[in-house]
């Protein structure tokens, strides 16, 4: 299990995680929702040691995040970041291949070879593998750099927001497969997500945050509530059930000016924000 005790993270003077308390069980998929500043990418930053701690302890299954050695940790932890930014032309083989980095120190047995196979045909990408990633599409170059984080055959794979810029049927896509990868191949999965309703349908648990504080965490089901998701977000979201899964409807609400302003109450920043979502 990856275990957080009264973590906190500053950067200069302001504090961006305050206090952080948690327990991420092994298996599954965890994600980590919440509105825009709340810490959610910064919680995994520094679960994955991408960014130091300012005080506290995060444990990943005994290992202590801030002390054992790179090469070991690598070992039990990959992670996604939300920004992946290739500057050499690589084919997708070539990107995959790296994740074995830590297991092989860039020296391919065949072995890496098998697992380099089969991460690439566990999403979809076989046919692809001598592909230039500057040739693919969006949905194709973000399945490629899973396949590179599935590859480094981790126990807990860490990934923030990995459905930026993808269409709704390639987040679909993206979240079976992260699915797939828990359930298939017995993975931890811990995702930073915006939309409500993807954690709801794919994530087994979910950790809810706001102003660098855990709001609220446990099974999904307890989380997806209208006033648990008011609470987080300072808006009113009427849930649904559909096929056993609960469903935010935060595309409108009835507590919000409509666009013309009709109601006649001023409109600050966040309210013209919230009318675009």
Known sequence: ??????????????????DVNLTIPRGGVTAVIGPNGAGKSTLLKVMSRLEPLSAGVITVDGLDVSTTKSSVLATRLAVLRQENHVT?????????????????NGKLSPRDGQHIDEALAFLGLTELADRSLDELSGG???????????????????LDEPLNNLDMRHSVMMMQHLRRIALELGKTVVIVLHDINFASVYADRIIAMRDGRVLHEGPTNEIMTSERLAELYDLFIPIHEVEGRRIGVYYWSPQLPTRSGSRGEPRDDAERSADSV
């Open 88 to 104: 050499m032309r690589l084919t997708v083989r070539d990107l995959v291949a790296f994740g074995r980095f830590p297991h092989s």
């Open 1 to 18: 299990m990856i275990s957080i005790e009264s973590v906190a993270k500053r950067y200069g003077e302001q504090l961006i995680i305050d």
């Open 140 to 158: 194709q170059r973000q399945r490629a750099f899973v396949a590179m984080v599935i590859c480094q055959d981790t126990d807990y794979v860490l």
